[in-house]
T-cell receptor, first 111, second 112 residues
């Protein structure tokens, strides 16, 4: 869905580096989410936000932080990247608790 | 919290045959059950969903059934085509929660 965008689309970084993944949406949705996808493990929720002043931890938040800069922007940071954070990361948005729309994903490799 | 199990993890069918993917959930309060399809290298996209007040929902070749008593729901794809090959994810949302909990996914391969 072109209304949810993620940057960068691919990133290779080294252990210990700080990295930020960004998500923007033009759908006007209030809720935004960050997921991590690993083979055989499905989509696991890292953080979610129901509005600009609301940030909540998901099931695998350790090692990650987020910032909701505006209703349309939600960033995910890895303060000190480690190899087991190599994964495909998806941002998603929803209007209330309804259908979630996913961004195109960011493939992150930590060497 | 909610836990969703999805089976099988991989499924191969002949073109034209039917495919069934089943998910079980643990929280009896869950009331919303979407199915997402993820093609290779693409983002997950919603293909069908069902709410707890409905037992079955159909959309062309795709249908979803829900058994609240047994706490399981299934995706049925009839007359499969090569373009149905993808990873399929089920999910459940508890009534008092605001998050979707996803199953681990099923890789569907349709052989022509």
């Amino acid at each position: 869905d072109a209304d949810v965008t993620q940057t960068p689309r691919n990133r290779i970084t080294k252990t210990g580096k700080r990295i930020m993944l960004e998500c923007s949406q033009t759908k006007g949705h209030d809720r935004m989410y960050w997921y991590r996808q690993d083979p055989g493990l499905g989509l696991r929720l890292i953080y979610y936000s129901f509005d600009v002043k609301d940030i909540n931890k998901g099931e695998i938040s350790d090692g990650y932080s987020v910032s909701r800069q505006a209703q349309a922007k939600f960033s995910l940071s890895l303060e000190s990247a480690i190899p087991n954070q190599t994964a495909l990361y998806f941002c998603a948005t929803s209007a209330g608790a309804d259908t979630q729309y996913f961004g195109p994903g960011t493939r992150l490799t930590v060497l | 919290g909610e836990n969703v199990e999805q089976h099988p993890s991989t499924l191969s069918v002949q073109e034209g045959d039917s495919a069934v993917i089943k998910c079980t959930y643990s929280d009896s309060a869950s009331n919303y059950f979407p199915w997402y399809k993820q093609e290779l290298g693409k983002r997950p996209q919603l293909i069908i969903d069902i709410r707890s007040n409905v037992g079955e929902k159909k959309d062309q070749r795709i249908a979803v059934t829900l058994n609240k008593t047994a706490k399981h729901f299934s995706l049925h794809i009839t007359e499969t085509q090569p373009e149905d090959s993808a990873v399929y994810f089920c999910a459940a949302r508890p009534l008092w929660g605001n998050k979707l909990v996803f199953g681990a996914g099923t890789i569907l391969r349709v052989k022509s």
